[in-house]
């Protein structure tokens, strides 16, 4: 009797179907490419049942008349049941390929419409082949039905034709920094069926039909790779040679932190008049989010190295100029002419000495040049000066392990050696010369009798020294300074105990 009852492709169609569903949906949840195999072998399955018992399922089943009512109907459901799992399992495909792509969810337009495909052939065919309804007639008498519907969302279905097309093309990705022919411009956070969302630089939501989209002319900012051209154009008097004022810029290109250093940033002579030598930087930035941080530091070391050359910045008013000196800066020009007084003014380190303790470091600074690739000092060696950038630029690189990483160039204004001076420490990298270079030191002899004269000085230079610290932190953190969060006092009595303070 359950031999018999086994036997019967109910009984044998019910327990596949437990156990595929068993399998499926509770073994397999959490692992896609398995459910996806174990969907396959279901399937697989299901289809040598049905052919085993004389049941095509891709082919309508004409009535018999020894067939009994039970079995019409379910000779008709497995079918449907064959039906459906078919199209899971084309529908599994395409979610598996999906995620081999990488692609967002937000991206899915296109293997959706893909899908919903799957799932109307699928349902077409059950008509079909279950309900024995003739499919082109179906589709010719809903013709009139089509056109009235078609009209009524015109609009839409545009939007949603424009999206395939697009998707098709695949002019953008989600994550794609875009700019439209309307100076409308964002980073692509999501395509659907009907339109594509932009979040701009002042993170605003922007919606544009995909219609619209299609229409626009597209610079996809982020694409062959997120890495992004910018030129600056800079005019300066023709005070000089063009060829010294192009190696000028050419260091600040050099000296930059922000942009990439390959390729190579370029400098280009645009034109040459009575009034300016106009010059073109041309550089790259990792990706667009750079763009502001880029122009602010090119900008302010031109400033810095133009000084430093003695070049002054031309017009037109529209360009980028040199703030005029006020009263006070040309009057402390005409008192100090020399420029170590200049570099020292310039340097927050020392912005608490009073004119007086300034002249007398200023008097007392040496001046040393260094040739381009020259070693300025390796990496822990322990510098007891202060030392001063005064044109050129300068590399700062740590060596770990195997491995050789930049930390920083210093240009013009900047400064290193301060831990020996200061706090006895070892410096965090070598210091090389990338260009020329012109410094002036400021040597323990110099502050010393400072320090002595007025003992509150070294407080002040504990205060900066921390302040500076905690924002070069990713500079010092693999070192043996202390940082890290040092408290301004430990500063303040390293300084006097290097310094000999602690009983005047």
Known sequence: MSIALLADPIVQFCILVVIGTFISRY??????????????????????????????????????????????????????????????????????????????????????????????????????????????????????????????????????????????????????WVVLDNDVQGRVVETNWRATHLLSGTNDLVVIPNSALAKSRITNLSSPDESHGVTITVRLQP??????????????????????????????????????????????????????????????????????????????????????????EAANAAQHPGTPWRLLNNIPLFSSLTEDEKEHLASRMQRRTYHKDSVIAEQDSLLRALTIVRSGVVSVTRREAQRQIELTRLAPGDYFGEGGLLMGSGEVGTIRALTFVVTYEIGEDCLSPLLHDRPSIAEELGTIMSKRIEAERHLFSSSDMLVNGAPIGTLTSRIKHLFQLQHD
Request: charged share 15%; aromatic share 8%; glycine share 8%.
């Open 27 to 176: 073994l397999l949840r959490h692992r896609r490419a398995g459910r996806l195999i174990g969907q396959i072998a279901f399937f697989i399955s299901l289809t040598a049942l049905l052919l085993y018992h004389g049941i095509i399922p891709y082919e309508p089943t004409p009535p018999q008349p020894q067939d009994t009512v039970t079995l019409r109907v379910f000779t008709g459901f497995a079918k449907i049941v064959w039906w459906i799992n078919g199209a899971w399992v084309l529908v599994a495909f395409v979610r598996l390929f999906l995620i081999f792509e990488r692609k967002p969810r937000e991206a899915r337009l296109l293997q959706d419409l893909v899908v919903g495909v799957i799932y109307l052939g699928a349902a077409l065919s059950v008509v079909a082949d279950v309900f024995s309804v003739p499919v082109g007639t179906l589709i010719a008498t809903s013709g009139v039905f089509a056109i009235i519907l078609g009209l009524a969302l015109q609009s839409t279905l545009s939007d949603v034709f424009s999206g395939i097309a697009l998707n098709l093309g695949r002019p953008y990705s989600v994550g794609d």
């Open 239 to 328: 005070t000089t040679q063009p060829k010294v004022i192009a190696d000028v810029m050419r260091n600040v290109l050099i000296s930059c932190n922000t942009i990439q250093k390959t390729p190579e940033p370029s400098v280009m002579i645009n034109s040459i008049d009575g009034q300016a030598v106009e010059l073109q930087l041309n550089f790259r930035i990792r990706d667009i989010s750079q763009m502001t941080a880029a122009k602010n530091e090119i900008n302010d070391l031109i400033y810095r190295h133009s000084k430093a050359g003695g070049l002054k910045l031309a017009g037109p008013p529209d360009a980028i100029t040199m703030p005029s000196e006020s009263q006070a």
